[in-house]
């Protein structure tokens, strides 16, 4: 597709419940990013692979968080017994690599109640 | 110290004016830097990215970077309503992919 696609748009789950959150990067873009926007404030740095390999997962803020992308480009982040602390805007970015600029999806809103 | 930091806000800036915004960052380390526009409700769109020492233009935007200062800023000429909304300073981890990003600045042009 033209951009990056993150599905569902809206979420919402009741605590303890897991959510899985889906991101589909720009074609032919080896890097993808996950990030967590609080209301207000930036994004923050969740995790991020290279093609399958998750290079870096110190931003996931408990063993409860999860992220995958095996076979190199769709990407899924899951969150197990969810809190209301989760809540928040995901955000997924792809990019090809090699410090080049990351493009952004619409980002997935999740609602614990 | 905060590892980015930009300008408080909200910034307000008359249509037409130069709109100034301003960022800091802790990590020596840093290669690559963004700026991008978020509206409300809205994912993060990429408006300007510069990599080395100096100022770099496109359109109404420049963007200028001091990495001896650590500073980076944006400026937005001939202002317009269009303009306004939160601008996110994004400067890479150590010269890794990720970035770090600063609170944002949120401007308003006034008609």
């Known amino acids: 597709g033209a951009g990056v696609s993150q599905s569902p748009r809206y979420k919402v789950a009741k605590r303890g419940q897991d959510v899985a959150l889906r991101c589909d990067p720009i074609s032919g873009h080896v890097s993808l990013f996950w990030y967590q926007q609080a209301l207000g404030q930036g994004p923050e740095f969740l995790t991020y692979f290279q093609n399958e390999a998750q290079l870096d997962k110190s931003g996931l803020p408990s063993d409860r968080f999860f992220a995958e992308r095996p076979e190199g480009s769709v990407s899924t982040l899951k969150i197990q017994r969810t809190q209301q602390e989760d809540s928040a805007v995901y955000l997924c970015?792809?990019?090809?690599?090699?410090?080049?600029?990351?493009?952004f999806g619409d980002g997935t809103r999740l609602s614990i109640l | 110290q905060k590892e980015v930091e930009q300008n408080s806000g909200p910034l307000s800036v008359p249509e037409g004016a130069i709109a100034s915004l301003n960022c800091t960052y802790s990590d020596r380390g840093s290669q690559s830097f963004f700026w991008y526009r978020q509206y409300s409700g809205k994912s993060p769109e990429l408006i300007m990215s510069?990599?080395?020492?100096g100022d770099k233009e496109d359109g109404r935007f420049t963007a200028q970077l001091n990495k001896a200062s650590q500073y980076v800023s944006l400026l937005i000429r001939d202002s317009q309503p269009s303009d306004s909304a939160t601008y996110l300073c994004?400067?890479?981890?150590?010269?890794?992919?990720?970035?770090?990003f600063g609170q944002g600045t949120r401007l308003t042009i006034n008609p």
């Open positions: 994004a400067p890479d981890i150590g010269g890794a992919q990720k970035l770090v």
């Open positions: 510069i990599y080395s020492n």
């Open positions: 970015a792809s990019s090809p690599g090699g410090g080049q600029p990351q493009h």
